[in-house]
Every structure is written in C-alpha cells, then in structure tokens.
C-alpha cells in the first residue's frame, strides 16, 4: 500500500518557538494532503486540506497564521506551528491522497509537546 | 457539514465474539466510507472501505454494510483476536471543492478479552 512517512516524530520546544514537521508521500503522487490533530483518545480534528501548489483551505476555527501549511510539491507537505504554546501541545498527523484515489494514507504522526 | 456519529464508545468481547461497531452520518452526498483502525500512539491504518453504490463489502473476519436510505454504516469483526483490540474510526467522505472531504466519528475501543 501506500507508504506517508512524517518528521519529526517527536518535538519537545519551549514557549515561543516555531515548529516544522514534514510530511512525504514516499511512493505515490500526493495531490492533496490533509493534517489533522489529535488530542488523547479523542477523534482525528481536521485542521486544513492542502492542493500541491495552492493554498490550504482551513477548517473553521484554525488560525492559518499560527498554522502555516505549504504543499509545494506532489510529495511533501510541512505544516510549521508558529510562536507554538503549551496549549499547542498535541499529536499531529497528516494524510495524502493520489489524483483519482478516495483513500488517505496516514502518517505515523508528530507528538508535540511545548514547555 | 457532514456528522458522523459512532457507537460504542468502548466495546469489550470475549475472544473468539464478534463485534459491531455502528455509525451514523447526515449528509446525503457522502458516497466513500472507510473505517480505521489505531492502535495506541500509531497512525490509523484503512481495514475496509465501502463506496455508496455498494450494501456491503467483506474481508476475510472484517465486514461493512452500508443503508443508505437510513444513512447508517457498520463495522462486523467476527472470531475477535487479541491483536484486533484498538480504537477504531468510522468516516464519511463527501465531494467538496475538488477533492474528498473526510469527517471522522468519535472512535470506538475495542478490548478483546483472551
């Protein structure tokens, strides 16, 4: 199947720092990458759907400055947490997804957590 | 927008049971259905998928239905196995803008008992 690989996969930072986190389609073409959050046993969050070379379209309530997504390839998407706090602390997983193909591919998620 | 609710939240079973995991969604327009499974701290992982033009679909001790009409969709495990217990989530998929927007239900924990 379809292999999404994702870097970091761990990120403690302190308050005020700005993270980066990739994610890769390994070996298909990625048309659209989704990033998700994912609080303790709870469901995946939607954040934001990224076309290759076009903006992201956010979901309702995500801040697109704080949460900055670039989808400047068919296979890499990063999603940088600016000026990240603790309260930004949480499991980030993206997703891809090929032309034509219904079904996302997940990656193995970053857990972030911000001192 | 698209709702997906799902039941139980937890569901315990003796191994060798079955178990059935319901969801529900409300938008009409939603034609792909896949269910996830997550096993603690990793990625969900795709187990099935049911396309609304399909009532349902089998593999091997996993099993989809899908009405439509009453806009509901199953999850079916038969002959459960330790290593099926994990959190499991059902999604509705909906056209929008170009691409296939995904709502994700709430999760279900399955525990097999051995």
């Known amino acids: 199947g379809a292999v999404v690989s994702q870097h970091p996969s761990w990120v403690i930072c302190k308050s005020g720092t700005s993270v980066k986190i990739e994610c890769r389609s390994l070996d298909f073409q990625a048309t659209t990458m989704f990033w998700y959050r994912q609080f303790p046993k709870q469901s995946l969050m939607l954040m934001a759907t990224s076309n290759e070379g076009s903006k992201a379209t956010y979901e309702q309530g995500v801040e697109k400055d704080k949460f900055l997504i670039n989808h400047a390839s068919l296979t890499l998407s990063t999603l940088t947490v600016t000026s990240a706090h603790p309260e930004d602390s949480s499991f980030y997983i993206c997703s891809a997804r090929g032309a034509g193909i219904e079904t996302q591919y997940f990656g193995p998620g970053t857990r972030l957590l911000v001192l | 927008g698209e709702n997906v609710e799902q039941h139980p939240s937890t569901l315990s079973v003796q191994e060798g049971d079955s178990a059935v995991i319901k969801c529900t969604y409300s938008d009409s327009a939603s034609n792909y259905f896949p269910w996830y499974k997550q096993e603690l701290g990793k990625r969900p992982q795709l187990i099935i998928d049911?396309?609304?033009?399909?009532g349902e679909k089998k593999d091997q001790r996993i099993a989809v239905t899908l009405n439509k009409t009453a806009k509901h969709f199953s999850l079916h495990i038969t002959e459960t196995q330790p290593e099926d217990s994990a959190v499991y989530f059902c999604a509705a998929s909906i056209p929008s803008g170009g691409y296939q927007k995904v709502t994700f239900g709430t999760g279900t924990k399955l525990q097999v008992i051995p």
């Open positions: 049911i396309r609304s033009n399909v």
